[in-house]
């Protein structure tokens, strides 16, 4: 009998421990829902990066696994729409943030913001921030930027895309990834100077559109 797929709860353990079990999880779903080799391996293969930056995007490992489990659970229902395999990392980071973005949606309808309060403690980008900034004050001032101006320095700093593979992955033109990083930047850089100041909050109604216009 095929074991049943559990959502992932709270982790305990080192970032190993979790890694195994969600990668665990991940191999009961994929054998369950699709048995596929090398869509399977392929999968599991972006796991680890996949959860570095859902826990950065969302700036928590916890909610950022829930996002990765969703993530997984949609790509494997919608395999068919991946129609080139080299792509499979910007597809399935497309997801996750068209994912992410649903539930600050529901979040907000609910009058609930997001809480950063504890980003530093869970947030583990992989690298720490240049000039001797400590890194719970660079989790913080990210947690204060918009999904928009995190996801465009999480595909630079974390992913290390350049221009036209951003343009690519974001449909967008370059000219927009230029200018749309020069500001989070900036964002950043006046967050780690002058203190947290949360940004205004993103404009779901105008995310929405832009995601239904590469649809």
């Given at each position: 009998?095929?074991q049943?797929?559990?959502?992932?709860?709270?982790w305990?353990?080192?970032?190993?421990?979790?890694?195994?079990?969600?990668n665990?999880?991940?191999?009961?779903?994929?054998l369950?829902?699709d048995?596929?080799?090398?869509?399977?391996?392929?999968?599991?293969?972006?796991?680890?990066?996949?959860?570095?930056?859902?826990?950065a995007?969302?700036?928590?490992?916890?909610?950022?696994?829930?996002?990765?489990?969703?993530?997984?659970e949609?790509?494997?229902r919608?395999?068919?729409?991946?129609?080139?395999?080299?792509r499979l990392?910007a597809?399935?980071?497309?997801?996750?943030?068209?994912?992410?973005?649903?539930?600050?949606?529901?979040?907000r309808?609910?009058?609930?913001?997001?809480?950063?309060?504890?980003?530093?403690?869970?947030?583990v980008?992989?690298?720490?921030?240049?000039?001797?900034?400590?890194?719970?004050?660079?989790?913080?001032?990210m947690?204060?930027?918009?999904a928009?101006?995190?996801?465009?320095?999480?595909?630079?700093?974390?992913?290390?895309?350049?221009?036209?593979?951003?343009?690519?992955?974001?449909?967008?033109?370059?000219?927009?990834?230029?200018?749309?990083?020069?500001?989070a930047?900036?964002?950043?850089?006046?967050?780690?100077?002058?203190?947290?100041?949360?940004?205004?909050?993103?404009?779901?109604?105008?995310?929405?559109?832009?995601?239904?216009?590469?649809?």
């Amino acid at each position: 009998m095929e074991q049943e797929v559990r959502r992932v709860g709270k982790w305990s353990g080192d970032g190993f421990r979790r890694n195994l079990r969600l990668n665990a999880n991940v191999r009961g779903l994929v054998l369950k829902r699709d048995e596929r080799r090398e869509f399977t391996t392929a999968l599991i293969a972006q796991l680890p990066g996949l959860r570095r930056y859902a826990a950065a995007l969302s700036g928590s490992l916890v909610m950022g696994d829930d996002l990765v489990q969703d993530c997984l659970e949609r790509a494997l229902r919608q395999s068919d729409h991946l129609r080139d395999p080299q792509r499979l990392g910007a597809w399935l980071r497309s997801i996750l943030h068209n994912l992410y973005i649903d539930e600050l949606r529901r979040k907000r309808s609910r009058g609930i913001e997001e809480d950063i309060t504890g980003m530093a403690d869970d947030l583990v980008i992989g690298t720490l921030p240049r000039d001797g900034v400590p890194l719970h004050e660079f989790t913080a001032a990210m947690g204060s930027l918009t999904a928009e101006h995190r996801q465009i320095l999480l595909l630079v700093g974390v992913e290390g895309l350049n221009y036209r593979q951003i343009a690519e992955e974001l449909q967008i033109p370059i000219g927009t990834v230029m200018s749309r990083l020069a500001r989070a930047r900036e964002r950043l850089r006046n967050a780690l100077e002058n203190g947290l100041e949360r940004e205004p909050a993103d404009n779901v109604a105008s995310l929405d559109a832009r995601r239904k216009m590469k649809q």
